[in-house]
């Protein structure tokens, strides 16, 4: 993570004053480790926390304006606290906003000025959730800073209505609650119906995890992210003429969406449907393989779950499907799969720990060959979700 004293002078630099009343804050991003494209259809999911993320210093002014600054890029705004609107120029500032007018929605309108300076560690664009990291933590902060109870399951619900409402990314609760909620060597399986949760201990023995990014970007807005969404909805409906009570896809067992697929009126709907209802019960298997210690079968389950979401859910793309596709013929890889949303961002791969040198190499050479980008890798640690550093402060 982020050294905090250069930050400290980097604040300073920006702001003057004393460094008596800053406070600092971190969350993470996340890893979503199977569950894709789940979560806003009532499924379950199997996120986890990364080490590294945002890290956010804040310091109360005397009057009302809220000013916005970053380490990682020229763009700050300065805002008052009474006119928090949307503004497509306003860049990763509308993040923040978001969470500021989300308060006030909630009756937590903030009673004086603050100055931000966040430092993002996650490469932006790459599907590892650097815009909830910033709402997460700026949530937490500023709830900390006006005395306001701290839940870390409200803030991410608030952080995702945040981003649906103002930001006008129609996401669901996954990332949000991932970094809010993460636990150091710890997944989380959600039920994204009920909000229910359980940390479950990742025990990978020899195995890394290794996250690989395409280094193609992907714009959540500009996808089919919400065309996915109302093709979901579509399914529900035209499954309603068995279920008339279903609201959404997650609700419905395996069992009972096959011997009712074919209501389903238009094919690439079904296929959409099918991936979703498959994916939820691959979590379900994904949880007792683990309990039983069975990495290999988790493994089988990664790579069913890439080659759903590319072939019925069609979020892949060329330079997802290369990099899974080099992953897998690398002796000592167990599985390899898109994470998040898809169109470009990163896979999920599980290695033996000395396969992972050649891993890189190999999968970096022949996904370089395959698409004329360059690809990054991170072996990837479990980390904590959002909270204060208070010994630092
Ligand atoms: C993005 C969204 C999440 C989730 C994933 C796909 O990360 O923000 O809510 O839908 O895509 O699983």
Known sequence: MANLAELKTKFLEQYGGSADGIAVFQAPGRVNLIGEHTDYNGGSVFPAALTFGTTLLVRPREDRKLVFATTNFPISREISTESVVFDESDDWVNYPKGIVWELAQRGIPLTRGYDFLYHGEIPNGAGLSSSASIEVVTAYALLAMEGKPVDTVEISIWAQHAENEFVGVKCGIMDQFAVANGKKDHAILLDCDTLRYELVPFRSGDYRLVIGNTNKRRGLVDSKYNERRSQCEQAVNDLRAAFPDLQLLGQLTLEQFRANESLIQDET?????????????????????????????????????????????????DELDAMVAAARTVPGVLGSRMTGAGFGGCTISLVHQDSVERFIAEVKEKYEAATGLHPDFYVCDIGDGVRQLKEEA
Do not use: C, P, Q, W
């Not at 994904?286 to 990495?295: I, N, P, R, T, Y």
């Not at 290999?296 to 990664?302: D, I, Q, T, V, Y």
């Open 269 to 317: 709907v079904r296929r959409r449907a099918r991936h979703v209802v498959e994916e939820i019960d691959r979590v379900a298997r994904s949880m007792e393989v683990l309990k039983a210690g069975d990495l290999a079968s988790f493994g089988k389950l990664m790579n069913a779950s890439h080659d759903s979401l590319r072939d019925l859910y069609e979020v892949t793309g």
